[in-house]
């Protein structure tokens, strides 16, 4: 079955500490995208890729990084320099054709839960 | 700056009957798309509808229904025939067609729905 798959789904992480959430697609699609969602704030966009070996900055991207070296792989870490980390974690992923208009659905993965304790 | 405004913070229907859901978005862009997701307690982000800003027509799919309103920018979802399983959170997001970020989503901080017995 195709799908995105993210791990682990619970992540304590201590202060100080760097940690790194994986998000795997096999649907082959071109873009991938980090998500952070708080209570009452919707979903906000911390990083992007819409191609292997390019990425970019979205609205709250201080704190964190990220790689894209393959196609089905997009993983994000959360940095010591990230001050409030506690959050749920959405990573998606669509097809971006060449030319063509921004209107494919994302598809989401199952999330992960990340606290810090 | 695209935004997606959701002044609903709650609502509750009745099994059966029909709601409507509040969407309003601030754009400069004449092409876009617009979406609903829908956020059940599992936290599966699940695609409810889709607009195109340049199609009259409003999108249907099922119980779900929308009222585009491109002038006004409003974008409402009705549900009708309410069932137990439409319980979640409900997102308003937007996306421009072209540029450097398109397909990237832009979401209004949700409503939570809640279907009673």
């Known amino acids: 079955d195709g799908g995105i798959t993210q791990s682990p789904k619970y992540l304590f992480r201590k202060e100080g500490q760097n940690v790194t959430l994986s998000c795997e697609q096999n649907?082959?699609?071109?873009?991938m995208y980090w998500y952070r969602q708080d209570p009452g704030q919707g979903l906000r966009l911390i990083y992007y890729?819409?191609?292997?070996?390019?990425?970019q900055k979205g609205d709250i991207a201080e704190g964190y990084s990220v790689s894209r070296e393959k196609k089905e792989s997009f993983p994000l870490t959360v940095t010591s320099a990230q001050k409030n980390p506690t959050a749920f974690y959405l990573c998606?992923?669509?097809?971006?054709?060449?030319?063509?208009?921004?209107?494919?659905?994302?598809?989401f993965g199952p999330g992960t839960r990340l606290t810090v304790l | 700056a695209q935004t997606v405004t959701q002044s609903q913070p709650e609502m509750s229907v009745q099994e059966a009957e029909t709601v409507t859901l509040s969407c309003t978005y601030d754009?400069?862009?004449?092409?876009?798309?617009l979406f609903w997701y829908k956020q059940p307690p599992s936290r599966q982000m699940i695609l409810v509808i889709r607009?195109?800003?340049?199609?009259?027509q409003n999108a249907t799919e099922n119980r779900f229904s929308v009222n585009f309103q491109k002038a006004a920018k409003s974008f409402s979802l009705k549900i009708s025939d309410s069932q137990l399983g439409d319980t979640a959170m409900y997102f308003c997001?937007?996306?421009?067609?072209?540029?450097?970020?398109?397909?990237?989503?832009?979401f209004g901080k949700g409503t939570k729905l809640s279907v009673k017995p």
């Open positions: 754009t400069s862009e004449s092409n876009y798309y």
């Open positions: 607009q195109e800003a340049y199609k009259q």
């Open positions: 649907l082959n699609h071109d873009a």
């Open positions: 998606a992923s669509r097809v971006f054709p060449e030319g063509g208009a921004g209107g494919d659905e994302q598809f």
């Open positions: 890729s819409q191609i292997v070996n390019d990425f």
């Open positions: 997001a937007f996306s421009v067609s072209y540029g450097g970020s398109q397909g990237n989503l832009i």
